[in-house]
């Protein structure tokens, strides 16, 4: 994604099921693994692009899995990349019931390591979760992606901002601005998801050299199976039918 000369995007976007675990997914996350959500992949059947007088429509229908197992989510994605530079997409899909609920679905965005501040309209200032946000409350906040970071003792998914209606995250230079039709739920970090899984302590967390910004339709909810219960069917993203609407600005 380039403006005006400037690469607004470290590498190409990709879609994105996984987290890295928190202490309450100890259980769930054999299954997740074994779904291969750690390391799924995109197939594309089928692409068709049209150009008209202001408007580039790219359709894609496509699936999710990881290799030599089931798919577990099929999907059709349509993205309108208008003569302004905005850019509006919609995901149409069908969950596989017989594949675990997903941890998160959303879009992952590797950004210039420049882009640091973050404003955002939804759950704050505290980090937030479908099941973990009464003791936030719903306004404009403004941040940093350092600050965002929860210093968990034990690296894992944080810093999550549950019911959002956009965040905008910037440089100095530019702006990349998400709108949602509903309210998503997003998180911004120096660190990559790959790291916050594969490290055992917070001080062998390493910064990688761009940012990471999720965009969720939605992700499941934290619970309390450490010790607990298991995560509540309501909080689970097991939605057979996903209808998705996202919008993107940059300035």
Known sequence: MNYDGDEIMHAPMEYNVFRAPIDNDKNIVIEWTKAGYDRAVTRVYETEAVHDTNVAVIKCRMSMAAVSRPK???????????????VKAQMKGTRNPNTPYLPRLGLKILLPKSFQRVEYYGYGPYESYCDKHRASYIDRFETTVDKLHEDYIKPQENGSHYGCSYVKISSK???LSVFGKEPFSFNASNYTIEELTVKKH?????????VTLCVDYMQSGVGSNS????????YRLNHNKILWDI?????
């Open 227 to 234: 010790g607990g219960p298991e995560l509540m069917e309501k």
């Open 173 to 175: 230079k530019r702006i």
């Open 72 to 86: 577990f989510l099929d999907f059709e994605m349509v993205w309108r990349i208008y003569g302004d530079g905005s």
């Open 247 to 251: 919008e993107f600005a940059i300035c």
């Open 202 to 210: 917070n001080f062998e967390l390493e910064e990688a050299d761009f």
